[in-house]
């Protein structure tokens, strides 16, 4: 089992920055990966950015060049700076740790959840 808590979330205006946090504890397997997906009031979760075990990274289009995510294996860690933020990117933010046994085989663990609020 791996929990996952997230902090950093909070109010900014236009933009603005932020950091996103999540520290994971549980055992992540070698392959793995870590995200962020976000859900706006009404719409669906999606994603936003994920970090192989290897380092690869991919985002959406939505905040390619203004998000960067990163991880700190040592310390089971993933982050999500966010510059440039729109109001477009209010959400809440959810962490996201799939431990990968095989392509079909998968085990996936969400955070809480940390608001992000962008005013115009």
């Known amino acids: 089992q791996v929990q996952l808590v997230e902090s950093g979330g909070g109010l900014v205006t236009a933009g603005g920055s932020l950091r996103l946090s999540c520290a994971a504890s549980g055992y992540i397997f070698s392959n793995n990966e870590m995200g962020w997906y976000r859900q706006a009031p009404g719409e669906q979760r999606e994603l936003v950015a994920i970090?192989?075990?290897?380092?690869?990274?991919h985002y959406a289009d939505s905040v390619k060049g203004r998000f960067t995510i990163s991880r700190d294996n040592a310390k089971k860690s993933v982050y999500l700076q966010m510059n440039s933020l729109k109001p477009e990117d209010t959400a809440v933010y959810y962490c996201n740790v799939k431990n990968i046994v095989r392509a079909s085989v998968s085990y996936t663990y969400w955070g809480q959840g940390t608001q992000v609020t962008v005013s115009s």
């Open positions: 970090v192989t075990g290897g380092g690869s990274t």
